[in-house]
């Protein structure tokens, strides 16, 4: 009985992958405005009552794959963050931002598509300010940590700054999103990063 509760597990898992892989492909051919359920079921190679068990509809399958991607950024967010002084944070904090900005790069043409979606699709709209709180927590969870070790300033609330922080990162993702940035990757990373160090952390 085991067995084949494993062996129906393991198609099931198949089949949502297969459907995951199709919708990717249809999406980046067709946008998001364009492409349909039908092409990616049809795609994906599965029957239509099989495809809605997985999902609820393309907007449901980006959403997904919208987790997918980010979830890669939130890694760098997640990257250990422990300084002993100000010099520290700012190191640390420079690398995340350019492994962020970098990232924004590498998966342009996903990031193109999820603002496509983000601007037509109140779910994926939704689902985007969901992502978007996520990294907010995780950067105000730094700076308290650096607030409660004496290294960044005690008189600024840390989550808004962990969310000016966020805005900052994103408005340069989506610029280099669409090619409009005018420097590198590594002089917007380091600029911002200075900035925002220099205003957190006081020299000593």
Same mark, same amino acid.
């Given at each position: 009985?085991?067995?084949?509760?494993?062996?129906?597990?393991?198609?099931?898992?198949?089949?949502?992958?297969? +459907? #995951?892989?199709?919708?990717? %492909?249809?999406?980046? /051919?067709?946008?998001?405005?364009? $492409?349909? &359920? @039908?092409?990616?079921? *049809?795609?994906?190679?599965?029957?239509?009552?099989?495809?809605?068990?997985?999902?609820?509809?393309?907007?449901? +399958? #980006?959403?997904?794959?919208? %987790?997918?991607?980010? /979830?890669?950024?939130?890694?760098? $967010?997640? &990257? @250990?963050?422990?300084? *002993?002084?100000?010099?520290?944070?700012?190191?640390?904090?420079?690398?995340?931002?350019?492994?962020?900005?970098?990232?924004?790069?590498?998966?342009?043409?996903?990031?193109?598509?999820?603002?496509?979606?983000?601007?037509?699709?109140?779910?994926?709209?939704?689902?985007?300010?969901?992502?978007?709180?996520?990294?907010?927590?995780?950067?105000?969870?730094?700076?308290?940590?650096?607030?409660?070790?004496?290294?960044?300033?005690?008189?600024?609330?840390?989550?808004?700054?962990?969310?000016?922080?966020?805005?900052?990162?994103?408005?340069?993702?989506?610029?280099?999103?669409?090619?409009?940035?005018?420097?590198?990757?590594?002089?917007?990373?380091?600029?911002?990063?200075?900035?925002?160090?220099?205003?957190?952390?006081?020299?000593?």
């Amino acid at each position: 009985m085991e067995k084949i509760k494993d062996r129906r597990h393991l198609r099931s898992a198949v089949t949502r992958q297969k +459907l #995951l892989e199709a919708a990717k %492909e249809v999406f980046l /051919e067709e946008g998001f405005q364009k $492409a349909t &359920i @039908s092409q990616i079921i *049809k795609k994906a190679d599965v029957g239509y009552g099989t495809a809605y068990v997985h999902f609820e509809g393309k907007e449901d +399958l #980006l959403s997904v794959l919208m %987790e997918h991607v980010m /979830e890669q950024f939130y890694e760098i $967010a997640e &990257i @250990s963050f422990f300084p *002993k002084s100000k010099a520290e944070a700012e190191e640390i904090i420079q690398k995340q931002t350019s492994a962020f900005l970098k990232m924004a790069e590498a998966e342009r043409k996903m990031l193109q598509l999820f603002e496509q979606a983000i601007g037509v699709s109140a779910l994926i709209s939704e689902k985007w300010k969901m992502i978007r709180e996520k990294f907010i927590q995780r950067i105000s969870m730094d700076i308290a940590y650096s607030q409660q070790n004496g290294l960044a300033r005690t008189d600024v609330n840390h989550e808004l700054v962990a969310r000016g922080w966020f805005f900052t990162n994103e408005m340069y993702l989506w610029e280099i999103v669409r090619n409009e940035h005018r420097s590198s990757v590594e002089e917007i990373a380091e600029t911002i990063t200075t900035l925002y160090t220099t205003g957190l952390y006081p020299d000593r």
